[in-house]
């Protein structure tokens, strides 16, 4: 586990300024967002928008991670179409969830013969890598077949849902990677999509619908009933739902959830309760560059309402509140941002993912840091410079608050050679937003792979 928490009773009574802010990422657009609970972490897996994109050029999936909904550890990306040998484009909206220790991740994209298919890929670790399960597809109707969403039922059943304009679902098996193909279609159900259940089309001729269902469901069950949530009612699209006693229906709309905001054409649900507390994932444009074709992903707290029904939600750009405090006398990946301006994040094999394209006045926030009653001693950094890699200075609550401490890095020998440097610290206790800011010359000043605090 990459970061650790000091969960504590007081938190409802302590004063920290942080709140999780939005959107989750900043280093690159990430859409379509997959949230899943292991152990005591949430994992959140995206869709990635390429830069400057001009339609939807998505060739790989990404993973973060956080354990009190404020500060997210960027595990790079576990999957990508390269691990597919029959495909050849459109990473879109996919879905991970684990069984039997085995991690599953199901993923629409475009074969090779042009055709749009579902594939299921597979991972030891929440994080991967992940490979392809089958070689080949596990199911395509030629309908739109995108934006799968799975869920295991209490019985032990797991089903998979998907489509765009129709809507589908196969029983998967228990080995997760095959289906029931005694129900419908040779396995595969299509849903009718009355307007009882999926509320009355808004008459767009450029884009006519029956109903209001569009794409991009999320399949869930909550206090004995099951949840459809799906993005709806054309573009520009908004959340809306539906519910049933049944996990196949038949279906009860109940109206919109997040009313179309922001500038993205199209918006994708991922909901989950975590730690007492009920959040609900979604995408738009809210960074700089950012529209239809770059992304970013987005996450709300809420309550549901004493029926069980959805209160609205409306996108912000402070989030939720965080649910805990770091620990910053362990080792935390440098990739652990609460918010970030001037930096990137990359990968390789030697230490994995770490920050890179350091500029001066750069910074990295990590939000709600418990230094305890006696404080911090000592900080130390791993770091790559291949010159006098500038200073990281250490400020409290914001980029221009009490300096308690810099780093002045000294050269490696190169921006992949690594090395653990230190500096003392003084004045730094309490709970407090942490800003790890980079001050130097032109030009990249550093690479930057993990801190931690000593008493």
């Known amino acids: 586990m990459k970061h650790q928490l000091l969960l504590s009773a007081a938190l409802a009574v302590v004063s920290f300024k942080c709140h999780a802010l939005n959107p989750v990422v900043q280093t690159l657009y990430t859409a379509d967002p997959a949230p899943m609970i292991y152990k005591d972490t949430l994992y959140l897996y995206t869709g990635h928008d390429e830069d400057k994109s001009k339609r939807y050029v998505m060739k790989d999936w990404r993973c973060y991670s956080t354990t009190d909904m404020a500060n997210w550890t960027d595990h790079g990306s576990p999957l990508s179409l390269k691990a597919f040998s029959w495909v050849k484009s459109d990473a879109w909206a996919g879905q991970c969830i684990e069984r039997n220790g085995k991690f599953f991740y199901y993923v629409p994209m475009i074969q090779t013969n042009g055709v749009g298919a579902i594939g299921v890929a597979v991972a030891d670790s929440p994080t991967g890598p992940f490979h392809d399960a089958l070689g ?41 990677i095959s289906f029931d193909t005694t129900i419908g279609n040779q396995g595969v159900v299509e849903v009718p999509l009355t307007v009882d259940s999926f509320g009355r089309g808004n008459g767009r001729s450029w884009c006519p619908r029956d109903t209001l269902y569009e794409e991009g469901p999320w399949f869930y069950k909550q206090n004995g009933w099951y949840y459809l949530v799906y993005a709806a009612s054309g573009l520009p699209e908004n959340i809306c739902y539906a519910t049933s006693p049944n996990a196949t229906g038949p279906w009860t709309f109940k109206g919109v959830i997040i009313p179309t905001q922001g500038h993205s054409s199209t918006d994708h649900p991922g909901i989950m309760d975590y730690q007492g507390h009920s959040y609900f994932f979604y995408h738009n444009d809210a960074l ?54 001037g930096v990137k994040t990359t990968q390789n094999g030697d230490v994995g993912v770490y920050v890179t394209d350091i500029h001066n006045g750069a910074y990295i926030k990590v939000c709600a840091v418990e230094f305890g009653d006696k404080g911090a001693a000592k900080f130390l950094a791993s770091v790559a410079s291949a010159t006098k890699g500038g200073a990281i200075e250490l400020r409290l609550d914001s980029k221009t608050g009490p300096l308690i401490g810099a780093l002045k890095v000294k050269s490696t020998g190169g921006l992949d050679k690594w090395k653990t440097q230190s500096c003392r ?23 930057f792979d993990w801190w931690k605090f000593e008493k």
């Open 288 to 341: 700089p560059g950012g529209g239809s074709y770059t992304r970013s992903v987005c996450v709300e707290e809420f309550k549901y309402n004493a029926d069980g029904t959805f209160p609205t939600i409306n996108m912000t750009t402070n989030g939720p509140a965080p649910i805990g405090h770091l620990n910053p006398f362990v080792r935390t990946e440098a990739e652990t941002i609460a918010w970030e301006s």
């Open 136 to 176: 080949h597809r596990l199911v395509t109707t030629g309908k739109g077949d995108i934006d799968p969403t799975v869920f295991i039922d209490d019985d032990g059943q797991a089903y998979l849902y998907w489509g765009n304009p129709h809507l589908f679902y196969v029983k998967l098996n228990q080995d997760m």
């Open 425 to 447: 610290v003084k004045g730094a206790q309490g709970v407090h937003d942490l800003y790890l800011k980079f001050t130097g010359g032109d030009g990249p000043l550093l690479n």
